[in-house]
Nanobody, 115 residues
Framework: QVQLVESGGGLVQAEGSLRLSCATS????????MGWYRQAPGKQRELVAV???????TYVDSVKGRFTISRDNAKNTVLLQMNSLKPEDTAVYYC?????????WGQGTQVTVSS
C-alpha cells in the first residue's frame, strides 16, 4: 500500500531553517508529482509547493524565495528546504501524492517558528 512518512519538523527561531523529508513506498515514485501542504491551527490546509516528475516546481507566493522543493528518485524521497522561516510558517506540514483518482497523505510533521 501507499505510505508517506514525513520527518524533519521541529521548533526553530525566526530566520532559522529546517529541512523536511517525505519517504515514500508503494508507488512508482519517479513517475509522480509530489506536493507539500501545510495546515495552521484554525485554517484550511494549503498547498505550499509541488514538484513534477520532470522536476518542475511551483510555490505558493508566501514561500517563494525561501522554500525549495526537491526530489531524490533514487531514495523515493521528496524534500522541502525551508529558509528564513517566519512565525506565520508555523503549521503541520504534510506530504501528498495523487494517483489516478486517489489521494494519499502522510501523518504530518509539526513546524513551529518562534519570534
Amino acid at each position: 500500500q501507499v505510505q508517506l512518512v514525513e520527518s524533519g519538523g521541529g521548533l526553530v527561531q525566526a530566520e532559522g531553517s529546517l529541512r523536511l523529508s517525505c519517504a515514500t513506498s508503494g508507488i512508482i515514485f519517479r513517475f509522480n508529482t509530489m506536493g507539500w501542504y501545510r495546515q495552521a491551527p484554525g485554517k484550511q490546509r494549503e498547498l505550499v509547493a509541488v514538484i513534477t516528475s520532470d522536476g518542475m516546481t511551483t510555490y505558493v507566493d508566501s514561500v517563494k524565495g525561501r522554500f525549495t522543493i526537491s526530489r531524490d528518485n533514487a531514495k523515493n524521497t521528496v524534500l522541502l528546504q525551508m529558509n528564513s522561516l517566519k512565525p506565520e510558517d508555523t503549521a503541520v506540514y504534510y506530504c501528498n501524492v495523487r494517483i489516478s483518482r486517489s489521494e494519499y497523505w502522510g501523518q504530518g510533521t509539526q513546524v513551529t517558528v518562534s519570534s
